[in-house]
T-cell receptor
Framework: ETGVTQTPRHLVMGMTNKKSLKCEQH?????MYWYKQSAKKPLELMFV???????ENNSVPSRFSPECPNSSHLFLHLHTLQPEDSALYLC?????????????FGDGTRLSIL | TQLLEQSPQFLSIQEGENLTVYCNSS?????LQWYRQEPGEGPVLLVT?????EVKKLKRLTFQFGDARKDSSLHITAAQTGDTGLYLC???????????FGSGTQLTVLP
């Protein structure tokens, strides 16, 4: 139990579907992150939120839309995805966005696009 | 862009053997973190090293940060099957505003 919970754990969707990934942290952290993990590639940072405000968008296509209603919850809304978007999507949190802060990861959502 | 290269990419060894994995960069990092990711789970932080030449030990795991803070190594003594996982290094510092991750070393320890 890392204190960061992601749902669903697995998701299969067609390219025209709309779905959302959810992340919740119980650690009292103020910063939350979305990462994409593909085989044989480094973790790719997608979005960073600090105190509910988006501070980083790492040139992510608009078919990925994040939402952070409060410091404990983070969503990733998905629409019209492509097959290359199939990957493990990891949520993480840290006390602040200071680069030396350790990040606590959820177990990820395994996304498959048909 | 700061890049971290990890080697080897894959490593398969027998239980009881020793091993070392490496994390190298041409950039200087102010600190470096090591994570382990087990199948079906997210990465879990093992250690953070911040001082050039620093050595930290975590039971059978020994982490070293290079003197020039451009590289790091992880040495495991007497590997156990429970050490199996993806070992990721991640660096901070320089122009990077966030953690930069390496692509990882996939370690398999066979019984």
């Amino acid at each position: 139990e890392t204190g960061v919970t992601q749902t669903p754990r697995h998701l299969v969707m067609g390219m025209t579907n709309k779905k959302s990934l959810k992340c919740e942290q119980h650690l009292g952290h103020n910063a939350m992150y979305w990462y994409k993990q593909s085989a044989k590639k480094p973790l790719e940072l997608m979005f960073v939120y600090n105190f509910k405000e988006q501070t980083e968008n790492n040139s992510v296509p608009s078919r990925f839309s994040p939402e952070c209603p409060n410091s404990s919850h983070l969503f990733l809304h998905l629409h019209t995805l492509q097959p290359e978007d199939s990957a493990l999507y990891l949520c993480a949190s840290s006390y602040t966005t200071g680069v030396s802060q350790p990040q606590h990861f959820g177990d990820g959502t395994r996304l498959s696009i048909l | 862009t700061q890049l971290l290269e990890q080697s080897p990419q894959f490593l398969s060894i027998q239980e009881g053997e020793n091993l070392t994995v490496y994390c190298n960069s041409s950039s200087v990092f102010s600190s470096l973190q090591w994570y382990r990711q087990e199948p079906g789970e997210g990465p879990v932080l093992l250690v953070t090293v911040v001082t050039g030449g620093e050595v930290k030990k975590l039971k059978r795991l020994t982490f070293q940060f290079g003197d020039a803070r451009k590289d790091s190594s992880l040495h495991i003594t007497a590997a156990q099957t429970g050490d199996t996982g993806l070992y990721l290094c991640a660096g901070t510092g320089g122009s990077a505003r966030q953690l930069t991750f390496g692509s990882g070393t996939q370690l398999t320890v066979l019984p």
